[in-house]
């Protein structure tokens, strides 16, 4: 691992003395930052303690979960269900986007039918917007239905929406057919459980908020509600905790001595960038890698147990919750909090220890 | 009296949080008192007077001599006063203002100007950036009631969730105006891609619109008494030229119908 540039340690001893060595890096900071925060519950906790103390800008990775997702749930509300609900009384998957085809292929919520509920008819499968992407293993009775394949995904939402409420629609551009759509709204309107699939990327918050709309439409003769695309890297689990520990979801920052929610003034890209950032903790323990951004101001980086590449200032090797040290973690499936036990035990440090390790060390510096 | 000024002495080493220095917060403050207010916001501890140099007493005209992007909250909840900045500012500009008047002689660099406000006149020479007069998240309405006056080009979201009031911007405008918007005016030289996106209410109004959505129905062509109505009003409130982007003839696009469909677009 000698191709580094920053310290790494060797062993327990050498623990501490890379903590005081990214303890002075931070100490001296004006506005620090912790971001990535791809860890456990512990470490999140961890995180936002040390954020406190030190008067840090705390944000996950998972900005566009955060930005679109969560952001249109606390603008307009939105109608949410579970994988296994979905995949049991779902008798019509809407999948919109390429992104909820990519995640409806990939995590086998869909790969079968089914079984839980007899009454329950076949699932059909109606692919919106998605550019000409079909989901490869689901199990599905009967075709894939398609609606505007060529055209971007706020505007063929916004087609259904109008058809759906019966009012007109002048001729789209891309040369979409009104009876397709109205078509696409009967199968919607038809069916008795629909569930929407999207994933937030494809998005803004003011097409995904149509789409919570169409849907919110639909409940009005039929049952229909979504399943979003879980956030990446634990993004799910570390806003819950910050909800419960600040009272916001992230980014927040807490530079006052108290913590304050704002998208963009705590957009870590955007104030590094502008130079409003002078140092960085980077926790990577479940990924997310160093952001290209991050090479502008110091940081200190937790990475998991056998990243190759890591171009932070001072690098601390971390254990992977359930990989080498058991953790709680949000199982997006289940769509809880879930204990899991380490699958290859190593002695190596967790993020809550080594964060914890830090604001020590940072008071021993302020002392 | 001489106007309440703050003089900027040197750039701003973090983002500043100036929504403090309005009248309703300073009223039974010393000049001495008013330098100690922290302004800050990260653990250094910043205060009005490491930064300012605040002379004059009068507090229903308050000046900053100089700008910066990293001025944020300027004017917040503005009552009554006259308000000028002498350079650019940054996030909520004039959040929540009731009413009174902020002249920006420079650009909005960051979001959210005029959020929420209900009452009084913003002008800004400049620019204005993406999210101007639009809804912070988790809030119901974007600008609501205020008049805002852009002189330059504004960014996307403009008006994202107006509530209620007139937006004008002398040039051109980016994508997504008005989107979501339930009611009040923009009035613009051009406006981009996905104008009006899920506009429930109120009227968008420009030269052109980029690639207008097939979710807004041509009604017709519209004359009615109106635009003159409003261009004397505009002319009153704006000036000449910012009367001029109202057309005396405009087609008329009726929408968003994805959602509510009683807004619409007139283009002229």
């Known amino acids: ?367 | 009296m001489a106007a309440l000024t703050f003089t900027l002495k040197a750039a701003p080493p973090e983002r500043l949080d100036l929504s403090l220095l309005v009248p309703d917060k300073l009223k039974d403050l010393s000049a001495r008192e008013i330098e100690r207010l922290g302004i800050g916001t990260t653990p250094t501890g910043v205060v009005v007077g490491d930064l300012f140099t605040v002379s004059g007493t009068d507090l229903t005209d308050i000046r900053f001599a100089g700008g910066s992007d990293r001025f944020d909250g300027v004017g917040t909840g503005l009552k009554g006063a006259s308000l000028h900045v002498d350079g650019d500012v940054g996030a909520y500009l004039g959040r929540g203002m009731k009413s009174g008047k902020i002249v920006v002689a420079g650009s909005l660099t960051g979001p959210y100007g005029a959020t929420a406000a209900t009452g009084g006149v913003i002008r800004v020479t400049g620019n204005a950036a993406d999210a101007t007069a639009a809804s912070i998240p988790g809030a119901m309405a974007g600008l609501a009631g205020a008049t805002l006056i852009i002189e330059g080009n504004a960014g996307d979201l403009l008006g994202d969730r107006l509530r209620r009031g007139v937006i004008l911007v002398q040039g051109s405008v980016g994508a997504l105006a008005g989107a979501r918007m339930v009611g009040g005016t923009i009035i613009s030289a051009a406006l981009g891609r996905r104008a009006g996106q899920g506009m429930k209410r109120g009227t968008l109004i420009a030269g052109t619109v980029e690639d207008i959505e097939p979710t807004f129905v041509f009604s017709g062509s519209y004359t009615e008494a109106f635009l003159p109505l409003l261009r004397r009003w505009v002319a009153s409130e704006a000036g000449a030229g910012f009367a001029a982007l109202v057309p005396q003839v405009a087609q008329r696009y009726r929408g968003d119908m994805a959602s509510l469909g009683k807004g619409e677009i007139l283009i002229g």
């Open chain 1, 1 to 367: 691992m000698s191709d580094h540039r920053g310290t790494r340690p060797k062993g327990r001893e050498s623990l501490v003395e890379t903590v005081e060595s990214a303890a002075r890096l931070i100490a001296k900071a004006r506005q620090p930052a912790i971001g990535g925060l791809g860890t456990d519950v512990d470490g999140v906790r961890a995180a936002l303690a040390l954020g406190l103390k030190i008067g840090a800008i705390v944000d996950h990775a998972a900005t566009v979960y955060e930005r679109v997702d969560l952001r249109v749930l606390s603008d307009s509300g939105v109608m949410v269900t579970t994988a296994a609900e979905a995949r049991h009384r779902g008798d019509l998957i809407v999948l919109v986007g390429p992104g909820a085809v990519a995640w409806a292929g990939h995590a086998s919520v869909f790969d079968n039918g089914g079984g839980l509920y007899p009454w329950r008819g076949p699932r059909g499968v109606l692919c919106i917007g998605t550019g000409g992407a079909r989901p490869a293993h689901m199990a599905i009775d009967g075709d894939v239905a398609v609606l505007g394949d060529d055209l971007p995904l706020d505007r063929v939402i916004g087609l259904l929406r109008a058809r759906l409420g019966g009012r007109p629609v002048a001729a789209s551009p891309e040369g979409l057919d009104v009876t397709a759509i109205d078509a696409a709204a009967l199968q919607m309107k038809a069916a008795s459980f629909g569930v929407v699939v999207a994933d937030a990327h494809d998005f803004d918050h003011v097409a995904y908020d149509s789409l919570m709309a169409l849907v919110k439409a639909l409940n009005a003769e039929t049952r229909f509600t979504t399943l979003a695309v879980p956030a990446h890297h634990h993004g799910r689990g570390a806003n819950l905790v910050s909800a419960w520990t600040t009272g916001g979801r992230l980014p927040v920052g807490m530079g006052r001595g108290y913590p304050e929610q704002d998208d963009w003034r705590f957009d870590l890209e955007r104030a590094v960038g502008a130079g409003e950032i002078d140092a960085l903790v980077w926790v990577g323990a479940l990924g997310p890698e160093l952001p290209e951004w991050a090479g502008k101001v110091p940081t200190v980086a937790l990475i998991h147990h056998g990243a190759q590449e890591c171009r932070a200032d001072v690098v601390i090797e971390v254990g992977v919750p359930g990989i080498t040290h058991a953790g709680v973690l949000t199982d997006a499936i289940r769509d809880g909090f879930a204990h899991v036990e380490p699958r290859a035990p190593q002695d190596l440090p967790s993020v809550a220890e080594v964060l914890s390790l830090l604001s020590a060390a940072i008071k021993d510096k302020a002392a």
